[in-house]
């Protein structure tokens, strides 16, 4: 749980949400490049379009509230940690702006997946399916909202063949420049830890107070100072089930992969030595580095390449986003009145369930 996921494809999928920064975007690239717009009209028109009142208006169509609705659902059952931030309305609000968004690139780009993009979404949605399948909570909400399967696969070709279209354009040079503001992101580390966690995102509950798990640590690591087995100790008190019947170790990860307090330890630690407990927001760590070997971009392999890819087509669709969007956008009315914006503030219009939890495996 305490792995980033911000390298993950499925997690670029849905991460633009929440208030985008901006980003750098070369002119005539991205959204900017020729669009054959005739295309648009052989697309497959998007889950609940043209039911409702007409929430939104932007250059070239329009967004009604049965058509927000089916989306919304679909964010807020594959995204739920996000989702539940939206019953505040500016960010619902952001949720709208972003759809609009993916919606008028996919419908520029001709409205239909190309063949890499439907087997990506196909997998994503089958993920889905699967997660949400397997809780109970879930397919109650899912139910309730009327999402189909159609519908869920509708939304992952859509964002992935928007992504796919801006990973296209990324340059060599692009990537090379992306690589020198973070060359330790790619280093390929082996290390030993062990997590005393403190906190369950999973859950939303404390498992101890930070002070016990603080307390924790430092005796487990004065007995690994002392000595002490690795493979007892992780077996014994990690709260990592991915490592802790392995002795805590990780070989040849990928140092960008880890949250940043941990990633800067493994980065930065001594070889060999036994570090300082490292909080990183779940837990605290023992880390030991056993190897670090220091990434050199024209020895990268290409999985790394794609997230280096990725990482700049992420930031030129932020920059659409945060920047070309607005003046695309032409009326936003998600609420006809102040009583329908204080019933969305009291929650008393419902489209989330925010009290479902983060889905585990899928994205």
């Known amino acids: 749980m305490w792995r980033h996921s911000g390298c993950k494809r499925a997690a670029a999928l849905l991460g633009l949400i929440l208030l985008l920064p901006a980003a750098g975007c070369e002119a005539g690239t991205g959204a900017d490049a020729p669009r054959n717009d005739s295309k648009t009209v052989r697309a497959t028109p998007p889950p609940g379009a043209g039911r409702g009142r007409v929430v939104a208006v932007y250059k070239g169509g329009n967004v009604t509230e049965s058509e927000f609705r089916r989306y919304a659902s679909f964010f807020s059952l594959a995204n739920p940690e996000s989702g539940e931030y939206l019953t505040v309305p500016a960010l619902k609000e952001q949720l709208l702006r972003e759809y609009i968004g993916y919606k008028w690139l996919y419908m520029r780009i001709g409205g239909k997946p190309n063949a890499a993009s439907k087997e990506e979404a196909a997998a994503l949605a089958e993920a889905f399916e699967r997660t949400i399948a397997g809780d109970s909570q879930r397919r109650r909400e899912r139910e309730s909202s009327g999402l189909s399967k159609d519908d869920v696969l509708w939304y992952y070709e859509m964002i992935a063949t928007v992504m796919n279209d801006f990973d296209r354009q990324v340059t060599e040079r692009e990537m090379r420049a992306a690589f020198a503001k973070r060359p330790n992101d790619f280093n390929r580390i082996t290390l030993r830890h062990i997590l005393i966690g403190y906190w369950d995102p999973a859950s939303g509950r404390n498992k101890r107070t930070k002070d016990q798990a603080l307390d924790i640590a430092m005796s487990v690591r004065r007995r690994l100072m002392e000595g002490g087995d690795w493979d007892e100790l992780a077996r014994r008190y990690s709260d990592d089930e991915a490592t802790r019947n392995a002795g805590g170790l990780y070989i040849g990860v990928e140092a960008g992969t880890w949250i940043e307090p ?71 009315d998600l609420f006809e009145t102040a009583e329908s914006m204080q019933n969305w503030r009291s929650g008393r219009v419902i489209w989330y369930n925010t009290s479902i939890q983060p889905i585990e495996g899928s994205f």
């Open 262 to 332: 941990f990633k800067k330890a493994a980065n930065s630690q001594p070889i060999g030595a036994i570090g300082e407990p490292v909080d990183t927001g779940y837990g605290f760590h023992i880390i030991q580095v056993k190897e670090r070997k220091r990434a050199v971009y024209d020895r990268l392999p290409e999985a790394s390449r794609q997230t280096l890819r990725r990482s700049v087509s992420n930031e030129r669709l932020a920059s659409f986003m945060a920047s070309r969007l607005p003046e695309i956008i032409e009326r936003i």
